[in-house]
Each structure stands twice: as C-alpha cells, then as structure tokens.
C-alpha cells in the first residue's frame, strides 16, 4: 500500500507562483511514475503532469507546459509541482497519485493508470 500526502495549496493571484508537495509512504515501486491531477468544480478530473519514479522522464498537459514543473526528490520519497504564471482557469483541486509497477512504453496520461491516491489540496487563482 502507498499513502500520498499533498500539501502546498492555497490562494494566489493571476501570475504568482505555488509550489506543491507530495509525500510518499509505504510500498514503492522502482519503476512506478508519481503524477498530478486537478478538478475543478463539475469538471472532470485530468492529467497535468507527470515523471518516472527512477529516470526522471516527465511529460506535461499543453495547458500548463512551459509554467509547471514537475521534480522527484528519491530520497525524500517527495514529488513537487512548481507552478508558475498561473492563471484563474488553474482554479482546481490537485491531487497526487502514483501508479504500480509501471512500463508500458507510454507515459501514464488517464485516470485509471494510476492506483494511489492523495487526498487533494485546493488552488484557487484570482484574477
């Protein structure tokens, strides 16, 4: 079992910058990717990033490529999310999650690649 624990959320006006953090417990997976996710109200959950657990590969949202960074600390058993020029329209909550054992010569983009869970922080961006 792997236990993900986010923090770093809160309110910051168009253009500023925050910086997320998930902490990971548990059973890990060499070979698993950590990513993040973000809903916004009656929207759909969707993908914003994510980096392989061993290599550091990371792929990116268009909607946020270019603003957002995505970082691994092995160590530390953390992932972080720098995010940067944010706008209103990254209103959200984001979430952390992490797949399994994972290879399958894509990078995990869906929902249902991942199997562990955090519990969600609010962004909330004012225009």
């Known amino acids: 079992q792997v236990q993900l624990v986010e923090s770093g959320g809160g309110l910051v006006q168009a253009g500023g910058s925050l910086r997320l953090s998930c902490a990971a417990s548990?059973?890990?997976?060499?070979?698993?990717?950590m990513g993040w996710f973000r809903q916004a109200p009656g929207k759909e959950r969707e993908f914003v990033a994510t980096?392989?657990?061993?290599?550091?590969?990371?792929y990116y949202a268009v909607s946020v490529k270019g603003r957002f960074t995505i970082s691994r600390d092995n160590g530390e058993n953390t992932v972080a999310l720098q995010m940067n020029s944010l706008k209103p329209e990254d209103t959200a909550v984001y979430y952390c999650?992490?797949?399994?054992?994972?290879?399958?010569?894509?990078?995990?983009?869906?929902?249902?690649?991942?199997?562990?869970w955090g519990q969600g922080t609010q962004v909330t961006v004012s225009s």
């Open positions: 548990g059973r890990t997976f060499s070979s698993a990717c």
């Open positions: 980096i392989h657990w061993r290599g550091g590969a990371t």
């Open positions: 999650a992490a797949t399994g054992a994972y290879d399958t010569g894509r990078f995990p983009v869906r929902t249902n690649d991942y199997n562990y």
